[in-house]
C-alpha cells in the first residue's frame, strides 16, 4: 500500500538531478497540499515530480509536471490579479513605468481580495423529486429567494451539504438524511428554467452569457404534479491534490479539479435509499469566481477521470491540460 508521496525538483520529467522540494522529501498519504518553500531556487530544475512510496519501494515513473510562469512577469501575487491584463499594463504605461508596480495597477483597475474563499458547491446534475414527502430529509429548510441563481441558493445553504433549486425556491439538505431514492437523474434538457439573478460583481464578462442559459435553476413539471425538476449542487469533498488550478483572467476566473460523493438516484429502489448505496465519487471540473469565489456554476463539468494540469491558453482564451 502506498503510505507516503515524495516530492522533488527535476531537470526532466524522468528524474534527471532530482532533489527534494520540500521538508523531509515528501508528505504523507492523506496530505491535500505539498508546499515547495517560497524562494526555492529552482536552477536548472525544469518540472516537479512526485512518487508514489510504500515500505516496500518507491514508484520507478513518477507522476510529473512541467514549472511553467503562468501569471507573467511583476504579476504572481493573486490578489491583485485582474480581469483585463491589458488595461493593467496600459494603465502603467500611461503613469510612467517607475510610478506604478503591475500588482497596484491591477490592485486599483479590479481590487481582489487575496483571502477570497472558493464556493465549494458544484453543480451535480438536475433530479425529480416529490420534495413535500420524506426526500429533503429531517433537517432540510427551505427559501424562498429574492431572485433565480444558484449563487443565491449557495449562500442560503450555509452549514449544509447539498443545495437545491426551482425557479426561486430553494432547498438546503443534509446527504446522509435523504432518501435518495427518491430521487431521479433525468436529462438535464429538464431543468429547463433561466436564472434570473446572476450578479456581475461576481462575474462581468459572464453575466449576460449566464443569463442566457437554461438548466441551473430547476423547470416545470409537464404534468404539472407534485414530481417536478431540481437543479442539484453538492458540496466538493476534495481538491486534486498533485494537480494546479488555473487563473483565467479573461474570464475572471479560478478553474480546479475537484473530487464530489455524488448521489445518482435510486427511483426508489430499497438497496439505494442510502446514501453510502447510492452514490458515486466522480471528478468535476470547478471554476469560481476570481472576485468573489462564488461558484461560476454554468461551467462545471463531470470528467471521467481526474486531469493533473489546468493551465490557460491565454493566445487562443482557453483552458488546456
Do not use: K
Not at 178 to 185: R, S, V
Not at 288 to 299: C, E, F, Q, Y
Request: charged content about 20%; aromatic content about 8%.
Amino acid at each position: 500500500l502506498v503510505d507516503r508521496y515524495a516530492v522533488s525538483l527535476a531537470e526532466d520529467a524522468e528524474g534527471l538531478g532530482r532533489v527534494a522540494a520540500v521538508a523531509g522529501g515528501g508528505v504523507n498519504v492523506g496530505t491535500n497540499q505539498a508546499t515547495i518553500p517560497p524562494g526555492t531556487a529552482t536552477g536548472s530544475h525544469t518540472h516537479v515530480l512526485v512518487y508514489l512510496e510504500s515500505s516496500l519501494a518507491e514508484q520507478s515513473t513518477p507522476l510529473s509536471f512541467a514549472l511553467r510562469d503562468v501569471y507573467g512577469p511583476g504579476a504572481r501575487d493573486l490578489g491583485h490579479v485582474g480581469l483585463d491584463g491589458d488595461a493593467a499594463r496600459r494603465l502603467q504605461e500611461e503613469d510612467g513605468a517607475d510610478a506604478v508596480a503591475p500588482a497596484e495597477a491591477f490592485r486599483r483597475l479590479s481590487p481582489v481580495s487575496s483571502a477570497v474563499t472558493v464556493d465549494t458547491f458544484t453543480f451535480v446534475g438536475c433530479y425529480m423529486a416529490d420534495v413535500s414527502g420524506a426526500a429533503p430529509g429531517a433537517s432540510a429548510t427551505t427559501t424562498e429567494l429574492a431572485g433565480s441563481s444558484p449563487s443565491l441558493c449557495a449562500q442560503a445553504c450555509t452549514g449544509f451539504e447539498v443545495a437545491a433549486l426551482q425557479n426561486r425556491t430553494c432547498l438546503c439538505m443534509q446527504a446522509p438524511e435523504m432518501d435518495i431514492g427518491a430521487w431521479d437523474l433525468v436529462l438535464d434538457e429538464q431543468c429547463n428554467t433561466p436564472c434570473d439573478a446572476w450578479d456581475a460583481s461576481d462575474f462581468p464578462v459572464l453575466v449576460d452569457y449566464f443569463a442566457s442559459l437554461d438548466g441551473f435553476c430547476g423547470g416545470d413539471d409537464p404534468d404539472g404534479g407534485a414530481i417536478s425538476p431540481w437543479s442539484v449542487f453538492e458540496r466538493y469533498d476534495a481538491v486534486m491534490a498533485v494537480g494546479q488550478g488555473a487563473v483565467d483572467r479573461t474570464r475572471g476566473l479560478w478553474w480546479q479539479v475537484v473530487l464530489v460523493q455524488a448521489f445518482t438516484g435510486g427511483g426508489g429502489t430499497s438497496e439505494q435509499t442510502e446514501y453510502a448505496n447510492a452514490s458515486a465519487w466522480q471528478w468535476h471540473i470547478h471554476a469560481s469566481s476570481l472576485l468573489t469565489g462564488v461558484s461560476a456554476v454554468p461551467l462545471h463539468r463531470l470528467v471521467d477521470q481526474p486531469l493533473g494540469v489546468l493551465v490557460e491558453d491565454e493566445a487562443d482564451e482557453r483552458l488546456v491540460n
